[in-house]
């Protein structure tokens, strides 16, 4: 990010390498499209000879060294097969010459002597990249229009979560300009909105079927003064209001508010690496920082299906039950003089088999919670 005139529309930097200074969104797109001719953003492939043309143009080279380039970087020099034969991509020749190919054939070599499997995180990250890649619309309606912007958005952990992980990327998001913040706060998987309220040792088969975030569907974003809040639902309520009379009464700049709803990212001035605020179920916070902003280009992901786009989720660590060690915790208990801790998690098979009877019936007083545990979203 870089500008050499104040008064443009592109960004510049108010901390190096860290933030650049505020800008609206929708004339940072405008100035663009006007400094480009339309064919450096179209998603038509330029012509061959098009492309000889301006090359040599461009780098000073007469047509015998164009030719010698074309010669020396052609895909038939990265060649194994016979021209007559199709290849077989899962299959790497014995004796290989290119170096991509020998890195390939001692990772492949590797695995099988360590008899591995692909695990399912692996096969989830490959399904990311594979939806990323140059993905085009069946239906002509679902393209997104050339000059679009394109938002990368960093969503963090909450900032209570665990030491240190507020530090580094909960999942990472594509994004358009004409999503609005909605379609962000949907996108966004947190643990804290999927809780079920309530004690259930009583009757542990009667957990209900909504969530924390079907009771409290309240939320705002935050960015460079205005509070957007969730005003979808009926029983949603403004809770930014509260920051905002306090700030008043300590001299704060005024601070203003809008529906997140009705606002799109071409709406929005922010400031690029700089942190914003997430706020949902009235104290569960997250940093969100938009990391770059540039127009669409022909080799991303053109099917408005496909977002907001997730190219990146973070890993965490299940909670194993106390006892047996081997499933995830569903029960969380508290005053159990069966628990080797207080309070303790247990997995359902060692949760019932602990504290009911062959029957069914409640052993001790006991006090039962369903657990989410935090490793569900891997």
């Known amino acids: 990010m870089a500008a050499s005139d104040s008064n443009t529309n592109i960004p510049e930097y108010e901390c190096i390498d860290v933030n650049t200074k505020p800008f609206h969104i929708e004339a940072f797109r405008t100035e663009w499209l006007r400094r480009l001719h339309p ?8 012509e061959e000879d098009g492309f ?12 015998d060294t164009m030719s010698e380039l074309k010669a020396v970087c052609s895909i038939d020099s990265l060649r194994c097969h016979p021209k007559d034969e199709q290849p077989d991509t899962d299959l790497v020749p014995e004796d290989p ?11 492949q070599d590797h695995k099988a002597s360590q008899k591995s499997v692909k695990n399912r995180h692996d096969l989830y990250a490959d399904e990311l990249e594979r939806v990323t890649v140059e993905r085009k619309p069946e239906a002509v309606e679902n393209l997104i229009p050339e000059g679009e912007v394109l938002l990368t958005i960093n969503v963090y952990y909450p900032a209570v979560f665990d030491k240190f992980n507020y530090t580094r990327p909960h999942m990472t998001l594509l994004m358009t300009g004409s999503h609005t913040l909605a379609e962000l706060r949907d996108a966004i ?16 088969d009667m957990v209900p079927d909504l969530v924390s975030k079907d009771h409290y569907k309240s939320a705002f974003f935050y960015f460079e003064g205005v509070f957007y809040n969730d005003m979808r639902f009926s029983d949603c309520r403004d809770i930014s209001i509260t920051t905002i009379e306090w700030a008043k ?3 704060f700049p005024p ?37 770059d902003v540039r127009l669409m280009h022909r080799s991303d992901c053109l099917d408005k299906k496909n977002y907001p786009l997730l ?19 569903r029960w969380y208990t508290t005053n159990d003089q069966f628990a080797p801790s207080d309070p303790c998690l247990f997995c359902d098979k060692c949760f019932r088999m602990l504290h009911y009877d062959t029957e069914g019936n409640k052993l001790g007083h006991f006090l039962a919670y369903p657990y989410i545990d935090k490793g569900a979203f891997n």
């Not at 009705?262 to 179920?281: A, E, N, S, W």
């Open 39 to 46: 064919s450096q953003y179209s998603y038509e492939q330029p």
């Open 97 to 107: 010459v290119l170096r991509t190919l020998i890195q390939r054939k001692q990772k």
């Open 249 to 251: 009464t300590r001299n």
């Open 255 to 291: 601070f203003s508010q809008g529906k997140m709803e009705d606002t799109r990212f071409v709406d929005l001035k922010v400031k690029v690496g700089f942190p914003y605020l997430y706020c949902h179920q009235g104290d569960c916070e997250h940093l969100v920082i938009i990391t």
């Open 189 to 204: 998987c947190c643990v804290s909105d999927v809780q079920v309220c309530g004690e259930f040792s009583n009757n542990p």
């Open 52 to 63: 000889e043309v301006t090359f040599v143009k461009e780098m000073a080279i007469d047509e």
């Open 311 to 329: 190219i990146h989720k973070d890993r965490i660590d299940t909670q194993k039950c106390a006892v047996c060690h081997v499933y995830i915790a």
